[in-house]
């Protein structure tokens, strides 16, 4: 089930982003965030109904995952394009979660009228690539050596969608 993120949720959805930052490689953040770091990029997504930060829980009601569609620029004019970004806790990866989420996002990016979804990925990361590719997005930039991660220089690839 994918539902909006509450604020009982938060301790959840850091445990999974610290996961990623500690492995690296799909995230460019080098130390692990806090609660309240955490917190506070959940309220930077304003107003809620459009910019809509969700959990997506197992068959036991337990959190796998969080997603979020965010501002692509503070700008007026970049209004209608929305950058997605998901995590997927690693003991919950490859069972189709991802998938699950990305779908929701595109769908609802959809909804609320944006007319581009947007999406940075380390060209490393193959699941991440072949759901980009699944949903239909276009690689539109590719940067060699953008991030380091704590452990490499990593690669950037940048895929958009039309909606």
Not at 53 to 80: I, T
Not at 101 to 121: H, T, Y
Request: hydrophobic share 40%; charged share 20%.
């Amino acid at each position: 089930m994918i539902r909006d993120a509450q604020d009982q949720d938060l301790s959840a959805i850091t445990d999974i982003y610290n996961e990623a930052v500690v492995a690296g490689g799909s995230t460019a953040d080098l130390t692990p965030r806090t609660l309240e770091q955490r917190r506070a990029w959940v309220a930077s997504h304003e107003p809620r109904h459009d910019f809509p930060v969700v959990v997506l829980e197992d068959e036991n009601g337990k959190v796998v995952g969080f997603g979020s569609l965010s501002r692509f620029h503070p700008r007026a004019g970049y209004d209608g394009v929305v950058e997605l970004s998901y995590y997927i806790a690693t003991a919950a990866q490859q069972k189709g979660y991802g998938t699950q989420m990305v779908s929701w996002l595109v769908n609802k990016a959809r909804q609320l009228g944006n007319r581009k979804a947007n999406a940075l990925i380390f060209a490393s990361n193959a699941g991440s690539i072949a759901l980009m590719k699944h949903f239909g997005f276009t690689r539109y930039g590719f940067l060699p050596q953008a991030c380091f991660d704590g452990h490499r220089y990593l690669d950037m690839s940048y895929w958009y969608l039309d909606l």
